[in-house]
């Protein structure tokens, strides 16, 4: 038996040029997560009382299971053409985004999963975004990096609180493959990012009710680091999913700029639409592997093509 809150590491990458030649506007993300094994009790227990006391985030009784999930992460997002200096004041600012932050999650009866998450960090040079892309380029990849860099966003404390409901509805069961769908609603809110938010995955596969979904960096179809290994049926288990989320969207940093500074702006849409693809392999609850493709409506106006990249995340029991 694995030992109390040994939980699960993840490592999550995304980028535009992993299966293109694509390096533009969101064109690297990276988070490390931590999710816990079930809670009993204890001060981490005792935090989903606390934040019902502020607002009813979690349902007050019932079939539960509750976890905690720790990230840490950065996200580099930079104008289509990457020669230009000072880049094109009609394409979006280059910016980075570090931050860290941890997520309470519960599951209630089995198929629903709620997860209320909170981000802190710096936007700015502090996020060392311009090191991480071109110290890439120049060392591993031998071409020259960013050249605009200097006109980055400037730094800004950022912060970012999401509250996300998750359903599970089981469709048909052949055997050991079934099929199901997970609807999600979900708000972000704060100065680095301000969306609501609607979904739907559909999943095919074996041993589905183990998780909600793959995992991905906001903003996107998010899912989570949920994994439930008391619900596998069998050692080897997976899925193809397919699905899609909306966005509605008041504040987006790396296109509005700086809050309280001025900086490089573009005129964003408010509506933005994301659909995905992809497969989820696990073995037993020890490794699992997921990679998924996603392509993304316009996010400004000007913008030149719609945007596309794909996620690569492995977890391992620790």
Known sequence: MAPAFAGQFSILEENDSLFSKSDKHYTQGLRLGYLSDPLIEGWRYNAFDFANDVLPFFAADGDRQRRFDVVLGQSIYTPSNLHLNPPSPTDRPYAGWLYTGASLMQEDGGNQLTN????????????????????????????????????????????????????????????????????????????????????????????????YGSARIRPGPSGTDWFDSAKLLHPLGWYVFFGGEGRAVARNIFLDGNTFATSRSVDKKPLVGDLTAGVALFWKDDARLDIGLLSRTKEFYGQQGEDSYAGIRFSSRL
């Open 116 to 211: 209320l998450e909170l981000l802190v960090g710096i936007v700015g040079p502090g996020s060392f975004a311009q090191q991480t892309q071109n110290d890439w380029h120049q060392f591993v990849v031998g071409i020259p990096g960013g050249q605009g860099w200097h006109n980055q966003l400037k730094n800004e404390p950022g912060l970012a609180l999401s509250y996300e409901k998750r359903w599970r509805f089981d469709i048909v069961s052949l055997g050991v493959v079934g099929m199901d769908i997970v609807p999600e609603v979900g708000i972000t809110a704060g100065n680095v990012l301000t969306y609501g938010s609607a979904g739907t995955i559909l999943r095919i596969g074996s041993d589905l009710g183990v998780d």
